[in-house]
Nanobody
Framework: QVQLVESGGGLVQFGGSLRLSCSAS????????MNWYRQAPGKQRDLVAK???????NYADSVKGRFTISRDNAKNTVYLQMNSLEPEDTAVYYC?????????????????WGQGTQVTVSS
């Protein structure tokens, strides 16, 4: 069974920084793309940043230049460094990863989600 566990959320003032972490554990063969999403109250869940297994990154326009996604493949962990935070960044942040597992004689690739971590930016 695979689990994603996030940490690093909290309350920060306008212009401050936070670093989110998400670690995958379980019977993992490999991890493909790792992503961070966020969901503000009453809004849909949106993609914030993604990183491939090769390290190629993409960002939502709203966070470009302020957020940096990175990963440590040896630790099955993805990070999101968030700088120059704004009240509009307030949301629950979710980690998502496409993970290959070996079950019986088959290999499966599934999308897994973390439980979410709250980020609140005060003005």
């Amino acid at each position: 069974q695979v689990q994603l566990v996030e940490s690093g959320g909290g309350l920060v003032q306008f212009g401050g920084s936070l670093r989110l972490s998400c670690s995958a554990s379980g019977s993992i063969l490999s991890i493909n793309t790792m992503n961070w999403y966020r969901q503000a109250p009453g809004k849909q869940r949106d993609l914030v940043a993604k990183i491939t297994s090769w390290g190629t990154t993409n960002y939502a326009d709203s966070v470009k230049g302020r957020f940096t996604i990175s990963r440590d493949n040896a630790k099955n962990t993805v990070y999101l460094q968030m700088n120059s935070l704004e009240p509009e960044d307030t949301a629950v942040y979710y980690c998502n990863a496409h993970i290959q597992t070996y079950e019986g004689s088959n290999i499966y690739t599934r999308a897994y989600w973390g439980q979410g971590t709250q980020v609140t930016v005060s003005s």
